[in-house]
Each structure stands twice: as C-alpha cells, then as structure tokens.
C-alpha cells in the first residue's frame, strides 16, 4: 500500500478527467494493476492510497476502515487495469467504503489512456475508444508546483537507487578506513554526536553535500542507535528539504551494512512531508539491508495503520534525548549554547488537499 504526497497548495478535481490526472502526482507515479482510493472531506486534507490488484474482501474492509477512522466522510475510486481486474476491486470498494458510511463520490477503471465512469449513465460523458486523455490545468499546476509523476513504481524506486562503479568502490573503501578508526580509541559516541549535529547544520545552511570520508564516517557512527536517535530528532517539519537531500544523499552512497539507518531517517522526513509511497520504497531498501531493523518496523506500521504525519512526528528535542540515555556529563555540556529545538505542535496539513 502507498499513500500521499505533499503539494504547494490545493489541487482541485472538478471531474472524472482531473481526477485521473491528478493520481499519478498523489501517488508520485503512473499505477498499473491497482486500486486507488483518495479520500476527501476529512480534518487533515487528502489521503491517496494505492492497493495491487486483485483486491481481496479483507483488503477493501481495510481500505474503508483506513479512511473511516481517519474521519474522512467521502472517497474517490481509480481501478487500473482490465475490465476483469479492476471491476471487481471497484465494486469490492465501493461496498466497503458504503458499509463503513463513507460517500463514493466518483468510481473510474483508467485503462490504455481512457477512463470509464461506473457512477455515470449520461451518453457521451467518458471520452470515445480511441481518444486519449487529455492533460489538464489540474496536472500543469501539478507540474510547476514541482511534482514528478514517475512512468511506474520501479521508476520511482530507481531513484533511490545506490551509487555504482567508481563511487561505490570509493565508498567501498572509505568506509573500510572509517571503520578503523571508529575502533581505535579515543572514538565515542560524542564523536558521532557532534558528527551528526555537524552534518545537519551544514546541510541546513545549504553547503554541499558531504564528502565521500564524511559520508563514510557518518554511517558508521549511526550504527549507535544514540547517534541515530539524535539524527532522527533533529529532523524538524520547518527543515524538511535539507533532511530529504541529505539523507537521501548519505543513503543511495552508503554501504549495504550501513544502510538502514540512513534508509530510516530519509523515510521519516520523506513520511513528514507526506510522500508515503516513496517512504515505503524507502523502508524496503532498509529491509534488504536488515529485515530485523527496529525503526524499519515502527514507520512501517505507522505508515501501514494510515497515521497522518502529524501524529507520526518525534516530539523530544535533543536535550530530552540526552537524559533518557542518561548521558555523561561532557556530552550533555556539548549542548550547552546551542539553538534549542522548539517542540513542535502540530504540523498541520500534509499531503494533497483536494476538493472534489
């Protein structure tokens, strides 16, 4: 399942053609054999969700209790594929969604650049066989808003894709010697610590990435899961596209051993600003990486009840950090004169708030 996305400002659909042109930007890219529900009228904007076809019974009872315990009041339904795959999902939908007091607004099978409306009877209203879908204003302003619709989900995937030849032996090798001085004393978590603040600081003041040694070093020391968890509260809904840039730099660059943690914080602050699918994506690279990683499972299943990304937010600030791991007195001090973290309230809306 993959949800949504976040836009600069509301997208609205005023029909079954805005409609099938806006999923791909929901989703972030064009659906193939799929059912996606987009569920409207509720107190946090618009969630996209996107289910493989077949659809079973249970997965469409999930569908509606998604939307339904999230307090949306209405649904939009796009079957991709054949008549005989996406029919099925549809109507499976559609009486979930009814049983669970949810509105079905619009119901549509998109298949070869044409759409099928099954809420409409007026001759005429889906475009004739042959006819292509046109593009609308919805996805030009979809477009200069600065979403990217992918050819298909393995495209998205790809661009998360690790570096190959030469950077990767590089990174091979960087790695290697950072592991042997991570080993030699006078190394501490403290080092990782002041490491990470670093890191973030400059990316945040929009200096260049990191370079190879600097990347190597930094995914060694987010072994430490204290390294990781001070990485991970710094990531601010304010600061969202410096985190994304940077961890998806320090992600696609580290080794395989090293990489859940990385893969981790990219899909938390990918997760903040609304882009579900691509923190799934994300959460599968940490996966293959270690099937067992702790902060894999809890996004996972943050992401797989349907939490909105307000909910999801950390809300300790390093100081808090400090005294739950109970650190040493010279590591607390290190926070001494620094900017604190205000703690955050509400992120507010987040994701695509469409109106139907």
Same mark, same amino acid.
């Given at each position: 399942?993959?949800?949504?996305?976040?836009?600069?400002? /509301?997208?609205?659909?005023?029909?079954?053609?805005?409609?099938?042109?806006?999923?791909?930007?929901?989703?972030?890219?064009?659906?193939?054999?799929?059912?996606?529900?987009?569920?409207?009228?509720?107190?946090?904007?618009?969630?996209?969700?996107?289910?493989?076809?077949?659809?079973?019974?249970?997965?469409?009872?999930?569908?509606?209790?998604?939307?339904?315990?999230?307090?949306?009041?209405?649904?939009?339904?796009?079957?991709?594929?054949?008549?005989?795959?996406?029919?099925?999902?549809?109507?499976?939908?559609?009486?979930?969604?009814?049983?669970?007091?949810?509105?079905?607004?619009?119901?549509?099978?998109?298949?070869?650049?044409?759409?099928?409306?099954?809420?409409?009877?007026?001759?005429?209203?889906?475009?004739?066989?042959?006819?292509?879908?046109?593009?609308?204003?919805?996805?030009?302003?979809?477009?200069?808003?600065?979403?990217?619709?992918?050819?298909?989900?393995?495209?998205?995937?790809?661009?998360?894709?690790?570096?190959?030849?030469?950077?990767?032996?590089?990174?091979?090798?960087?790695?290697?010697?950072?592991?042997?001085?991570?080993?030699?004393?006078?190394?501490?978590?403290?080092?990782?610590?002041?490491?990470?603040?670093?890191?973030?600081?400059?990316?945040?003041?929009?200096?260049?990435?990191?370079?190879?040694?600097?990347?190597?070093?930094?995914?060694?020391?987010?072994?430490?899961?204290?390294?990781?968890?001070?990485?991970?509260?710094?990531?601010?809904?304010?600061?969202?596209?410096?985190?994304?840039?940077?961890?998806?730099?320090?992600?696609?660059?580290?080794?395989?051993?090293?990489?859940?943690? /990385?893969?981790?914080?990219?899909? !938390?602050?990918?997760?903040?600003?609304?882009?579900?699918?691509?923190?799934?994506?994300?959460?599968?690279?940490?996966?293959?990486?270690?099937?067992? !990683?702790?902060?894999?499972?809890?996004?996972?299943?943050?992401?797989?009840?349907?939490?909105?990304?307000?909910?999801?937010?950390?809300?300790?600030?390093?100081?808090?950090?400090?005294?739950? !791991?109970?650190?040493?007195?010279?590591?607390?001090?290190?926070?001494?004169?620094?900017?604190?973290?205000?703690?955050?309230?509400?992120?507010?809306?987040?994701?695509?708030?469409?109106?139907?």
């Amino acid at each position: 399942m993959d949800d949504m996305r976040k836009a600069a400002a /509301p997208l609205v659909i005023r029909g079954p053609l805005d409609l099938a042109g806006a999923v791909p930007y929901l989703l972030g890219f064009h659906p193939s054999r799929s059912l996606v529900a987009v569920g409207c009228g509720g107190p946090h904007g618009t969630c996209a969700l996107r289910f493989g076809l077949p659809l079973s019974g249970k997965a469409a009872h999930h569908l509606a209790a998604l939307l339904a315990c999230h307090d949306f009041t209405a649904a939009l339904l796009v079957g991709y594929g054949s008549a005989e795959e996406a029919e099925p999902a549809v109507a499976a939908a559609r009486e979930a969604l009814s049983t669970a007091g949810l509105q079905v607004r619009e119901a549509l099978r998109v298949e070869s650049g044409r759409y099928w409306s099954y809420l409409c009877d007026a001759p005429g209203c889906c475009p004739p066989e042959g006819t292509p879908l046109t593009t609308t204003p919805l996805e030009a302003k979809a477009v200069l808003d600065g979403l990217v619709a992918h050819p298909d989900r393995s495209a998205l995937a790809a661009t998360l894709a690790p570096v190959t030849g030469a950077a990767r032996e590089l990174m091979r090798a960087e790695t290697l010697r950072a592991e042997a001085r991570a080993a030699a004393p006078p190394f501490a978590a403290r080092a990782g610590l002041k490491l990470v603040r670093e890191t973030i600081a400059r990316a945040l003041r929009g200096e260049a990435f990191p370079a190879p040694r600097e990347v190597a070093e930094l995914t060694v020391a987010l072994a430490s899961l204290r390294v990781r968890d001070e990485a991970w509260v710094l990531i601010a809904p304010d600061e969202l596209s410096a985190h994304l840039a940077l961890w998806r730099h320090v992600m696609t660059h580290a080794e395989p051993r090293y990489l859940p943690a /990385p893969a981790c914080l990219f899909a !938390y602050a990918v997760y903040l600003s609304g882009d579900g699918g691509l923190a799934n994506l994300a959460l599968d690279r940490s996966d293959e990486a270690d099937p067992g !990683y702790s902060m894999s499972t809890l996004l996972r299943q943050a992401l797989l009840s349907g939490l909105h990304p307000s909910d999801a937010r950390i809300t300790l600030t390093p100081e808090d950090l400090a005294v739950a !791991y109970d650190d040493p007195p010279e590591t607390k001090a290190s926070l001494a004169g620094r900017t604190p973290v205000t703690r955050w309230s509400k992120l507010g809306d987040v994701g695509h708030r469409v109106r139907g």
